[in-house]
């Protein structure tokens, strides 16, 4: 992974154009690898846009013989326009990150197939009978092999990408690799760790009912130093590899698989914030299904494995990070002629328990930062959307917000993950003053 691979502007610009359906037929008929898994004639393809993404536009094309799914960049924010410009350099970031994430955790990302940086292009495998893991979720569906899939991808991708398993100059070849991503960055950092707590244009939230509290957020001292330290550890914590926006939205599952989809924000950042990416999606699942219910108690099972959910994800992630520190430790970090003999070893132990709390710490804060944003800020997700009731949803993000707040400020009294699901928990007999 060499900075050298870094696109060029000029390639950018001349190479560049949106390819519609008819150019992207042609275009694809000219890759023998695509053309071939697609088979039949060209003429014979069925090509669909689904991209129902916020940022790039998405065609699922199929042939006779199968079928692929190709992402393109636009040089603008999909969901905004032309009047919102974003690099098409996070196509070739997307592309580094998925062969990456491939060698890494095999089998847990769609295998790509073709790249054109300058068409800031990816085709990859068609994920199918898959669905988005958000939908499914929404509409009460278990996903019984999730936490072990996507523990082994956080495990995996994070501890191969640190200190703990790469040597320095590896280290920062690949943090120079990712450098030139900051846009993709940026608007992390603007619109999770700023903007929910100001008055930002962008901002919405669902009014009236919510108005004091996100009043209260924007006044909120305790809260603005703890998202401004969680802010400062994104910024200043190039820990790993991360895949930087890894919510339910870029999880596509079956019952028997799970693939993780959509790295274009990875960069070296905290590990925490891909974990706690992961926690807050279950825990918003959790608390917006009793808006989804018809008859009361319809989805207590959902709701229960959606909190044995969050548990394991933190106890399994936890349990294979420090398995793989324990036996593939071939980084820089923590040098074996520090830590000889029996004593060297159980000091080294403790050390890794004391990593581990502060670990979890991070992916608390950050949990608890993914969910203000997606009730506070620009982009909300359907799990509270799709509660037709605005005052329904409206009590479901309430209690959301309840806990992020707790997560984030008294982070230190959540010293467990069973802490955590517990809040959750009493969270949900909570009744906002408006209810
Ligand atoms: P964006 O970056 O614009 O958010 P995504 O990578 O999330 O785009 O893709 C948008 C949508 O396209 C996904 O929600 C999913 O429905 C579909 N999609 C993306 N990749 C694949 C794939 N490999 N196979 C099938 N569908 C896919
Ligand atoms: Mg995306």
């Known amino acids: 992974m060499s900075s050298q691979r870094r696109p060029s502007a000029d390639a950018r610009e001349s190479d560049y154009r949106i390819l519609h359906e008819a150019d992207l037929r042609d275009y694809l008929a000219g890759v023998p690898e695509v053309a071939a898994r697609l088979g039949g004639s060209p003429a014979s393809w069925s090509i669909s846009e689904v991209g ?49 994430q491939a060698r890494l955790a095999p089998g847990l990302v769609p295998v790509v197939l073709h790249h054109n940086e300058g068409l800031a292009l990816v085709v990859m495998e068609l994920l199918e009978p898959h ?42 070849d690949g943090i120079a690799a990712f450098a030139g991503n900051h846009a993709l960055c940026k608007i992390t950092e603007d619109l999770i760790f700023t903007d929910p707590y100001r008055v930002a244009e962008q901002n919405r939230w669902t009014e009236p009912w919510l108005d004091a509290t996100a009043a209260a957020f924007r006044g909120d001292l305790d809260l603005h130093v703890a998202i401004s330290r969680l802010k400062l550890k994104f910024l200043n914590a190039p820990e790993a590899l991360i895949h930087g926006d890894l919510h339910t939205g870029s999880i596509m599952v079956t019952a028997g698989e799970t693939k993780v989809i959509d790295p274009e924000f990875a960069f070296y950042g905290p590990m925490g914030f891909d974990i706690g990416a992961v926690i807050a999606n279950l825990l918003m699942a959790y608390l917006a299904s009793d808006g989804h219910e018809r008859s009361p108690g319809e989805r207590r099972a959902f709701e229960a494995w959606v909190l044995e959910t969050v548990e394991s994800v933190w106890t399994e992630f936890s349990r294979k990070f420090l398995e793989l520190w324990r036996s593939e430790a071939k980084g820089d970090a923590y040098p074996v002629t520090l830590f000889e003999g029996e004593a060297g070893a159980a000091r080294l132990e403790t050390e890794r328990q004391a990593y581990m709390a502060g670990l979890f710490e991070d992916t608390v804060g950050f949990a608890a930062a993914k969910i203000v944003r997606r009730i506070l800020g620009l982009a909300h997700n359907i ?30 009294s959540f010293g467990s993950i069973g802490a955590v699901t517990k809040a959750a928990r009493d969270v949900r007999d909570w009744r906002p003053d408006f209810a």
Request: some cysteine.
């Open 52 to 100: 129902d993404g916020n940022l790039n536009l998405v065609f699922i094309v199929k042939g006779a013989g199968g079928g692929v799914a190709v992402k393109q960049a636009l040089p603008y924010v999909r969901l905004v326009g032309e009047s919102w410009p974003l690099p098409l350099s996070r196509s070739h970031y997307e592309y580094l990150a998925l062969t990456h």
């Open 131 to 172: 669905i988005i893991m958000r939908k499914g979720l929404v509409g009460g569906t278990t996903y019984p092999r999730f936490d072990e899939d996507v523990t082994t991808f956080l495990a995996r991708t994070l501890f191969f990408s640190s200190d703990l398993a790469v040597t320095a100059a590896e280290k920062k």
């Open 383 to 412: 799990d509270f959307e799709l509660i037709e009731d605005p005052k329904r949803r409206a009590v479901c993000e309430a209690r959301s917000l309840r806990l992020a707040r707790a997560m984030m400020v008294e982070a230190v």
